[in-house]
């Protein structure tokens, strides 16, 4: 919702009417920083919910707070400079992976060693 709000912010400061999505460049970095996020949402709420189920609860909240982090992080520092996206982006994306390894090992356990 944070993200959701700084576009309408963005647009209203810069006067870009829906549905455009281009015009002043710092609009532009704060759009595409919304959508990049959003794109990579359900992705991340599937993993933590299946790893919270069959690995661990605590272990999945952590990497879950972490990676909400990042991605705070990362939309910060796109809306700055596009680079400023890169170390943030690799996080999560790290942490996207930790979360996939947590839910297949919890599954595989949970499936053969029943």
Not at 7 to 20: G, H, L
Not at 91 to 104: D, H, R, T
Request: aromatic share 18%.
């Amino acid at each position: 919702a944070y993200f959701v709000l700084q576009v309408i912010y963005a647009r209203r400061k810069y006067k870009i009417s829906p549905p455009e999505t281009t015009g002043h460049p710092e609009f532009e970095r704060i759009f595409r920083a919304q959508v990049n996020c959003s794109e990579y949402f359900p992705i991340f709420m599937s993993l933590l919910w299946v790893a919270g189920i069959f690995f661990h609860q605590g272990v999945a909240a952590v990497c879950g707070l972490l990676y909400l982090y990042k991605r705070f992080k990362y939309f910060q520092g796109y809306t700055v400079a596009a680079k400023g996206r890169l170390g943030p982006l690799y996080a999560s994306a790290l942490l996207l992976w930790l979360l996939l390894g947590l839910a297949v090992a919890g599954l595989l356990a949970h499936f053969l060693l029943s």
